[in-house]
Structure formats: C-alpha cells, structure tokens
C-alpha cells in the first residue's frame, strides 16, 4: 500500500483561517451598541440624592456644633481633599498596576507573577485601618502616607485582572499577529491589550470604588476628606453629621463608578460587548 504524500505544510494557513473565525465569531457574538441608556439613571440617582441633602441642609435646624461641621465651605474643602485623595490614589495604582501586570505575562517574567500577585493580594488583606496606622507610624501623618495606604491596598484588583485578562486573550490570534509579521510590541498593543480591555476596565472599577470608600479613613492621619465628617458625628453623637458624611461618601463612589462605567464605554474596542 502507498503511502499518500501530505503534500505542502498546510498547518500555519489553517491556524490563520480558524483565527480569523474565531475573531469573527468573536466580534459578531459580541457585538452590541453602547448601553448609554444604563449609563444615565446613576448620575441622575446621585443628583437627586445630593440635591435631597443639599435642600435638608439649607432648612434643618441645627445647633452650633452641627452648623459648623456642615458648613458649606467645608463640606466643600472636604468633598475636593476627598477627591484628591482618589484621583492621586488611582492615578499611581493604574502607572504601576497596568505596566507591572503586562510585564508578569510576558515570557521572560511569567513565573514571578504568583509571587507578585501574592505580595499584592497580602497588601488588600491587611485591615486599611491598620495598615494606614502602621504606615503613619512609619512615615509620619499626613497626605503622601494615605496615597501609599490607599495604593497598597488598590493595587490588587487592577493588577490580577490586567493578568487574567492578557491571559484570556485567544492565543491564536496572537499567533495569528506574529504569523503576520507584528513585533511582539505590535501585537500587544493592537490584538492583545485591545481585547484585554473590558476585563482590565472592571478591575479599575473597582479599585475606584475600593479608593474612594478607604478615603475616608485617611481623616485618622491628618489627610483629609469626608470622612472627618463621619468621625466627628461619631465622637460627638450628632447624627446629622454622620448621616451626612456616609451619605455624600456614597453619593460620590457612585458618581466614580459611573465615571469608570463611561471610560469603559469609550476604551472598549468597537465588536466587543
């Protein structure tokens, strides 16, 4: 019996072809319009929600100590110390984060990653009180030392879901890049990453909301924030203050959420849903 010859190596062209119908299937599957519609009823929930507040404030009858702490100037000075905790805390979480999680999937990196990803994960378990103390004690009150609390304890959620989601990226179609003649940087930037996104947006959500709501421990160290307004209701027992505080906290994580739900939108590559 002859054997039949196989003819020419057919292999790589066949890989190419079921890449290209996995990204079809892929984008078709996937395929939706942009929920703009979702996208609106939070911002209008925590609008009214702060407008409720805002008229309570203006008619309520406090007595001094409660006009003092609800002061308009300093429930806004407040409200901006808050917000700059968050955005300094994010911004350095997503410039280490992101790059650090690229580097642990690359092939030269890849065995440090549950090394790294365990140091990180032993950095979220710390109780945030507890680790903001110890730091205090370290390196002294104050704004800086809240930011290495905050990101210490942020870092997790964007860093393990930057691997897991490179990591999900359909290996053919990174094959299907370099079959193309993409440099290992091209296909990271173009098939990789792009594909990597919505995984990597719901980890930064997330770290978003973790940010805010730690925030208001950073009152305990001289760093500011609405969560002065939480302790002071506490250790005073005036309720309209600490409901206040708690109220505009939540109001605000909702309204980062909902910011980090529109950057997702506008991030995600058109074809995925």
């Not at 309209?240 to 505080?245: A, E, Q, T």
Request: charged residues 15%.
């Amino acid at each position: 019996m002859t054997a039949l010859d196989p003819g020419p190596d057919l292999k790589p062209r066949e890989n190419l072809a079921d890449a290209k119908a996995t990204a079809a299937g892929l984008a078709a599957g996937r395929a939706r319009r942009p929920s703009w519609g979702l996208l609106i009823g939070q911002p209008l929930f925590v609008a009214v929600v702060v407008a409720a507040w805002a008229i309570w404030r203006s008619q309520a009858e406090l007595d001094s100590i409660e006009q003092r702490q609800l002061d308009w100037k300093l429930v806004g000075r407040l409200t901006v110390e808050h917000l700059e905790l968050t955005a300094v805390a994010t911004i350095i979480v997503l410039l280490v984060a992101v790059p650090l999680g690229i580097m642990l999937t690359r092939p030269r990196s890849r065995r440090a990653a549950p090394v790294v990803v365990a140091v990180a994960n032993a950095g979220q378990a710390a109780p945030v009180i507890g680790l903001i103390v110890l730091l205090a004690i370290w390196l002294g009150f104050g704004f800086w030392t809240a930011i290495l609390a905050l990101c210490l304890y942020a870092i997790l959620p964007v860093l393990r879901n930057t691997i897991v989601g490179l990591q999900g990226v359909d290996r053919t179609l990174v094959e299907a890049g370099r079959g193309m003649g993409m440099s290992s940087a091209a296909v990271l930037r173009r098939i990789e990453l792009p594909l990597a996104v919505p995984v990597i947006m719901a980890g930064i959500r997330t770290a978003l909301v973790l940010v805010v709501g730690t925030a208001t421990l950073a009152t305990f160290i001289d760093a500011g924030g609405l969560g002065s307004l939480i302790t002071t209701g506490i250790r005073l027992l005036r309720y309209p203050v600490l409901i206040s505080g708690a109220l505009l906290v939540a109001a605000l994580a909702l309204l980062i959420d909902w910011a980090g739900r529109v950057l997702e939108e506008i991030t995600r590559p058109r074809g995925l849903g």
